[in-house]
C-alpha cells in the first residue's frame, strides 16, 4: 500500500523574481507572472509568438469565423500570433488540399517579422486610403477583420479605457468598408463604460454581436472581446 506524502520536500513549482537593482516592482511582478503562466509556456512549446495567439483560437472555437478559405486582414498583428492562427485555420498555406485555400493579411504601424502564409504590411489602418490599400492587396473583400490592438497604457483606467474604445470603434469603421456581406468583426475592448456607442453601432451594422472573456484573458483584466458576425453590407 502506498504511503501518504507529508508534503515535506515537496518542490514549490512557483517561480520566484528576485527584485535587481533599478527594476521597478511592477516590472518584477509582470515577470514573474509571464514566467509562471501556463498560456506563455504553452506558446513557446507551440511555437506561436505569444499567449494571446490562445485568445483568438478559443473565440474561433466558440464562432468558428475562421474557416477554409477565408480572407482574413489582422490589424494591428504585431508579434503575429494571431495571424499565425488565422494561417492555419484558414488553410492559407494550402495544406490540406480538399479545403479551399485563403488568405491572412497582417497590418501594422510597426515591422513585424514574416510570417509563412500570411502577407503582412506595415500601414496605418486609419489613413485615409487605408480600406482601399487593403482591398487592393486583398483582390476583393474580406471574410473577417479582427483585432487585438491596444493603446499605450497611460496608467489612467477611464483614459486608457477610451483609448481602446477609440482604436476598436477606428478599427470598426475600417471594417465597414472592407468586409463582405456576412463577414465577422473581432476585437479586443476594455470594460469601463463607454463602449456602449459601439456596441449599438455594431448591432446596425451585424446580425449578431456577442461579448466575451476567453479562457485565455487573464482573469484580473478587463479585457473583453466583441465578435459581431453576420455582416449588413
Not at 515537496?10 to 523574481?17: A, E, P, S
Not at 506595415?122 to 482601399?132: C, E, R, T, V
Request: proline share 3%; net charge positive.
Amino acid at each position: 500500500m502506498p504511503r501518504k506524502s507529508s508534503g515535506r520536500g515537496r518542490r514549490d513549482l512557483t517561480v520566484k523574481v528576485k527584485s535587481a537593482r533599478g527594476r521597478k516592482l511592477s516590472s518584477t511582478l509582470w515577470l514573474q507572472r509571464q514566467l509562471n503562466d501556463p498560456y506563455v509556456r504553452r506558446a513557446q512549446a507551440e511555437g506561436y509568438r505569444g499567449r494571446a495567439a490562445y485568445k483568438i483560437l478559443e473565440l474561433d472555437d466558440k464562432y468558428r469565423f475562421l474557416v477554409p478559405g477565408a480572407r482574413v486582414v489582422d490589424l494591428g498583428c504585431a508579434p503575429g500570433g494571431w495571424c499565425q492562427v488565422a494561417v492555419a485555420r484558414v488553410n492559407a498555406l494550402g495544406q490540406r488540399p480538399d479545403k479551399k485555400t485563403g488568405r491572412v493579411l497582417g497590418i501594422d504601424l510597426q515591422e513585424v517579422e514574416p510570417i509563412a502564409g500570411a502577407e503582412i504590411h506595415q500601414l496605418d489602418f486609419m489613413s485615409d486610403d487605408a480600406d482601399q490599400q487593403v482591398k487592393t492587396w486583398l483582390g476583393g473583400r474580406a471574410d473577417v477583420v479582427m483585432s487585438d490592438m491596444a493603446a499605450a497604457s497611460s496608467g489612467h483606467k477611464q483614459t486608457d479605457h477610451l483609448r481602446i474604445i477609440a482604436l476598436c470603434e477606428a478599427a470598426a469603421y475600417l471594417a465597414f468598408d472592407v468586409l463582405e456581406e456576412g463577414g465577422t468583426f473581432v476585437s479586443k475592448v476594455l470594460a469601463g463604460g463607454a463602449e456602449g456607442d459601439l456596441q449599438k453601432l455594431l448591432k446596425q451594422k451585424f446580425a449578431r454581436v456577442a461579448n466575451v472573456k476567453p479562457p485565455a484573458s487573464r482573469a484580473d483584466s478587463s479585457e473583453k472581446f466583441v465578435v459581431a458576425t453576420g455582416f449588413r453590407a
